[in-house]
Structure formats: C-alpha cells, structure tokens
Nanobody
Framework: QVHLVESGGGLVQAGDSLRLSCVAS????????TAWFRQSPGKEREFVAM????????QYAEVVQGRFTISRDNDKNTANLQMNSLKPEDTAVYYCAAGAVYSLGYYRMANKYEYWGQGTQVTVSS
C-alpha cells in the first residue's frame, strides 16, 4: 500500500505561482506513473499532468500547458507540480495519484490510478 500526501496549496492572486508537492510513503520498483488531477465543485475530476517514473514522458492538459511543470525526485519519493501564471479557473482541489499505468492511452484516465492523496486546495482570486 502506498500512501500519498499532498502539500503546497493555498490562496493566491491571479498571475501568482504555487508549487505542490506529493510525497509517497514508500518507494517501489514498479514503474509507477505519478499524476495530478483536480476537481472543482460541481465538476468531474480532470487530468492536469503526469510523469513516468524515469521522467521520460510528461503530459499536460491543454489548459495548463506552458504554465505548469511536473517533476519528480525518486530518491525523495516526491513529485512536484510547479504552477505559474495561475488563473481563477485553476481553483480546485488538487490530487496526487500514482499507479502502474502502462498504456500511453491511459495516462489521463483517473480510474487507472491505484493510489490517491487526500487533496490540497488551490484558490486563485481575480
């Protein structure tokens, strides 16, 4: 069982930056993909970004492309999401997810991830 804990959320103004972190309780030799999803009230959980264990593949949702950067440090069992030029529409609870997702076509699908954090709130005021 892998436990994920997110941190770094908060209240910021439009144009500001935040850095979210996700720490896993243990390392694993399995090729876990780590992803960030977000969910705002009344909406479904949506994909934000993902990164493979070796960092060779990174994908972003179109709405965050060029503003958000995902990274990971396997030595520290940590994945980060650097969010720049934040917009009010980025307001949501952000969730870290991890799983042995092998297919390129599954990377953006929430139901393919086994492990989830509790979420961290990001609020961007206009």
């Amino acid at each position: 069982q892998v436990h994920l804990v997110e941190s770094g959320g908060g209240l910021v103004q439009a144009g500001d930056s935040l850095r979210l972190s996700c720490v896993a309780s243990e390392s694993t030799s399995r090729p876990f993909v780590t992803a960030w999803f977000r969910q705002s009230p009344g909406k479904e959980r949506e994909f934000v970004a993902m990164i493979t264990r070796d960092g060779s593949i990174r994908q972003y949702a179109e709405v965050v492309q060029g503003r958000f950067t995902i990274s990971r440090d396997n030595d520290k069992n940590t994945a980060n999401l650097q969010m720049n030029s934040l917009k009010p529409e980025d307001t949501a609870v952000y969730y870290c997810a991890a799983g042995a997702v092998y297919s390129l076509g599954y990377y953006r699908m929430a139901n393919k991830y086994e492990y989830w954090g509790q979420g961290t709130q990001v609020t961007v005021s206009s």
